[in-house]
């Protein structure tokens, strides 16, 4: 069975530093790839989705994460990040056919001033 | 624009009281979800419902119960809360199966047994 795992629970980066994290699934079949945010107090939100095509995927907020197969990682990246990115990052899989999706735990983003 | 809502917020009840949590969207989603999320391990699906009329048990069903009486709406009940079932519930909604579809989600309803 699919299982997600986020390898870090929190990650603190200093403001305007670049920040990467990691999700990695178990299965190699065909799977389509998200990457949710949560802001405190709130649902989760769509920051970006991988299907097919280009393995490198750009969401929202200037985000992106590069699906890579061999590896079977989906590492979501920001070049640059700002205090209101302050929240926590969930990446989900689901496999091709499927509608149910396999959620990680979830990585907290702690930006320091 | 609404999208997913959630009623109600917060909820504290006493162990053994039953109670229903309401889903709305407007989004005419046929697929609709209840997860409920607790610190460290992500969101676990408890029911699902693929359509109108139909309800499906998700990863933790136990001490849950679901309808979809109308397309629009999910509800989910507690009929004898315990205090394990302290959490915070999502309701979540999709246009179509396949799993390529995004899925949306509601604000939460904190819910807390005593």
């Known amino acids: 069975a699919q299982s997600v795992t986020q390898l870090d629970s929190q990650v603190p980066v200093f403001e305007e530093a670049p920040v990467e994290l990691r999700c990695n699934y178990s299965s190699s079949v065909s799977v389509y790839l998200f990457w949710y945010v949560q802001y405190p107090n709130q649902g989760l939100q769509l920051l970006l989705k991988y299907l097919s095509g280009s393995t490198l995927v750009k969401g929202i907020n200037g985000f992106e994460a590069e699906f890579n197969k061999s590896q079977t990682s989906f590492h979501l990246r920001k070049p640059s990040v700002h205090i209101s990115d302050t929240a926590e990052y969930f990446c989900?899989?689901?496999?091709?056919?499927?509608?149910?999706?396999?959620w990680g735990a979830g990585t907290k983003l702690i930006i320091k001033p | 624009n609404a999208g997913v809502t959630q009623t109600p917020k917060f909820r504290v009840l006493k162990t053994g009281q039953s109670m229903t949590l309401l889903c709305a969207q407007d989004m005419n989603h046929e697929y609709m979800y209840w997860y409920r999320q607790d610190p460290g391990m992500g969101l676990r699906l408890i029911h699902y419902?693929?359509?109108?009329?139909?309800?499906a048990k998700g990863e933790v069903p136990d001490g849950y119960n679901v309808s979809r009486l109308k397309k629009q709406n999910f509800l989910l009940g507690l009929e004898s809360a315990a205090p394990s079932q302290t959490s915070v519930y999502f309701c979540?909604?999709?246009?179509?199966?396949?799993?390529?579809?995004?899925?949306?989600f509601g604000d939460g309803t904190r819910l807390s047994i005593l």
């Open positions: 419902s693929v359509g109108e009329g139909t309800t």
């Open positions: 989900a899989v689901s496999d091709r056919g499927n509608y149910q999706l396999i």
């Open positions: 979540a909604s999709s246009y179509s199966s396949g799993g390529n579809q995004p899925q949306h």
